[in-house]
T-cell receptor, first 111, second 114 residues
Framework: AQRVTQPEKLLSVFKGAPVELKCNYSYSGSPELFWYVQYSRQRLQLLLRHISRESIKGFTADLNKGETSFHLKKPFAQEEDSAMYYCALSGQQGGSEKLVFGKGTKLTVNP | ETGVTQSPTHLIKTRGQQVTLRCSSQSGHNTVSWYQQALGQGPQFIFQYYREEENGRGNFPPRFSGLQFPNYSSELNVNALELDDSALYLC?????????????FGSGTRLTVV
């Protein structure tokens, strides 16, 4: 079964503090993992993908196949990071590639 | 380059009615996927269209159907609406139906069934 679990529905940190948004997945194959972000009143947009191993807006995420995790991290949170974050897995469904999303974590960065 | 546009932005329907939601894909994208996002949940895959053919379907009943047109725009049709169909419906387009191609999402259509 293809499943993405984000255990924290809400996460609150202070500006300048480190932040880690947890994501665990279940997939019988070689997964491709993504983080999507949705800022207030904006559309869902891609933050980063594991295959490109890049850092966007100071966020990084490492795929740990042993722990089946893809946690999102940032060493120093900013107020503008406050948003809804979704972890997603790209998997097969009836011959097509589809995204399987977690339920999301709402991050609030307090001043 | 235009992004993904969806219409209408909001819609209220009565249980049992039918609804059609529309999506214009990003310029150059030939694949459209539809997702349902219930309140407090992540988006759930409904189906995908590639070159005007259905190319994969999630766990949704047949009363959810779709179309893709030669210009790659797409429609999502839902018949016999139920209260549980109330959700945000998202359209996402991509260059090609495959995991190596990123998805661009629209702002969604908020459907309320009363």
């Amino acid at each position: 079964a293809q499943r993405v679990t984000q255990p924290e529905k809400l996460l609150s940190v202070f500006k300048g503090a480190p932040v880690e948004l947890k994501c665990n997945y279940s997939y019988s194959g070689s997964p491709e993992l993504f983080w999507y972000v949705q800022y207030s009143r904006q559309r869902l947009q891609l933050l980063l993908r594991h295959i490109s191993r890049e850092s966007i807006k100071g966020f990084t995420a490492d795929l740990n196949k042993g722990e089946t995790s893809f946690h999102l991290k940032k060493p120093f949170a900013q107020e503008e990071d406050s948003a809804m974050y979704y972890c997603a897995l790209s998997g097969q469904q009836g011959g097509s590639e589809k995204l399987v999303f977690g339920k999301g974590t709402k991050l609030t960065v307090n001043p | 380059e235009t992004g993904v546009t969806q219409s209408p932005t909001h819609l209220i329907k009565t249980r049992g009615q039918q609804v059609t939601l529309r999506c214009s894909s990003q310029s150059g994208h030939n694949t459209v996927s539809w997702y349902q996002q219930a309140l407090g949940q992540g988006p759930q895959f409904i189906f995908q269209y590639y070159r005007e053919e259905e190319n994969g379907r999630g766990n949704f009943p047949p009363r959810f159907s779709g179309l893709q047109f030669p210009n790659y725009s797409s429609e999502l049709n839902v018949n016999a609406l139920e209260l549980d169909d109330s959700a945000l419906y998202l359209c996402a387009s991509s260059l090609k139906a495959g995991r190596n191609y990123g998805y661009t999402f629209g702002s969604g259509t908020r459907l309320t069934v009363v």
